[in-house]
């Protein structure tokens, strides 16, 4: 059975950064892009981050671009998702997935399997 595991969330100001990682296991990393959607409090699932196989190219949710960075570790299996000028926005259950279709590298993907999420909360 695979297994995502994020850690990382937290209580944070805004302005604030934060790095929130997510452990996988059971499946072979590198052969799976990988992306990061989130859910706010009463709201939708919004897609954030995505990453191909190797690292080499990531793509970002207008919300996120020029204060998210994604990467990835193919030899510690592990996704990453590092956070800078934090918003009250940001605030929400952040999840790692496992991409399994990619429909449009703007933010239209397919996933199969998804973490327990990790909470990131932006407030003073």
């Known amino acids: 059975q695979v297994q995502l595991v994020e850690s990382g969330g937290d209580l944070v100001q805004p302005g604030g950064s934060l790095r929130v990682s997510c452990a996988a296991s059971?499946?072979?990393?590198?052969?799976?892009?990988m992306m990061w959607v989130r859910q706010a409090p009463g709201k939708g699932l919004e897609w954030v981050s995505t990453v191909d196989r190797e690292g080499t190219n990531t793509y970002y949710a207008d919300s996120a671009k020029g204060r998210f960075t994604i990467s990835r570790d193919n030899a510690k299996a592990s996704l990453h998702l590092q956070m800078n000028s934090l918003i009250h926005e940001d605030t929400a259950l952040y999840y790692c997935a496992r991409v399994t279709r990619v429909r449009n590298r703007s933010g239209d993907y397919e996933d199969d399997y998804r973490g327990q999420g990790t909470q990131v909360t932006v407030s003073s």
């Open positions: 059971r499946f072979t990393f590198s052969d799976y892009w």
